[in-house]
């Protein structure tokens, strides 16, 4: 009895000892790994990111603090300002940024244009670090189309015309109290009224 007592001692004893001894090159692995140049280098990383990615973010330097325009002559530079100041803003944990390097250029272009049908490029470039510059290159009149809104017995007659660029793009609309009066405006064509339906933006005939 005795003789079994003890080798059942020595064995848990040993199982014991084996156990304890894989528990501490665990934790000794795992300490030598959060001491080595590997991990440290890691957390170096992380932090710098981290940093980067405030500056990028939220960093007051590179909010857009200024927005300019060039290359317009009928557009109104302050309202194309306001229009995209309005949409250069959003929100990221909580926060709200106007962060330069955030902004979709092409895509803030793109929304620019379809509020501005007078203008027949819009280009958005970023002047590092906190300035928009909107380039604009208006829209040349190929012809001018005209419906008389008075009857034509009238001894005034007045006409809505609309501006069509060489695409056949409407791009913008005039009151006239004599038909020859837009001179500089290309072709003129005078239609019935009503008989077409002039949309700003389009073409004037539909493909």
């Known amino acids: ?20 001894r894989r528990i501490y090159k665990s934790k000794r692995r795992k300490n030598v790994f959060f001491r080595s140049r590997f991990f440290l280098f890691f957390l170096l990383i992380l932090i710098i990111s981290g940093v980067l990615a405030y500056l990028v973010v939220f960093s007051n330097i590179f909010q857009v603090k200024e927005i300019r325009v060039s290359g317009n002559q009928k557009i109104n530079p302050d309202e194309i300002k306001s229009d995209l100041a309005g949409k250069i803003g959003r929100k990221m944990l909580f926060f709200e940024t106007k962060s330069i390097f955030l902004i979709n250029t092409k895509r803030m272009a793109g929304l620019l244009q379809e509020n501005y049908p007078l203008a027949e490029k819009i280009n958005l470039k970023r002047r590092f670090p906190s300035i928009l510059v909107i ?29 069509v660029d ?24 005078k239609l019935q009224a009503g008989s077409i339906n002039f949309v700003l933006g389009k073409k004037i005939i539909q493909e």
């Open 1 to 20: 009895m005795p003789k079994y007592k003890n080798k059942h001692q020595n064995k848990y004893s040993h199982k014991h000892s084996y156990g304890y």
């Open 135 to 163: 380039e604009l290159q208006e829209r040349s009149s190929a012809a001018t189309f005209c419906q008389n809104l008075e009857n034509e017995q009238s001894e005034i007659q007045r006409f809505d015309c609309f501006l």
């Open 166 to 189: 060489k695409n056949g793009i409407v791009f913008e609309k005039e009151n006239f109290e004599n038909i020859n009066e837009p001179k500089e405006r290309g072709l003129i064509v």
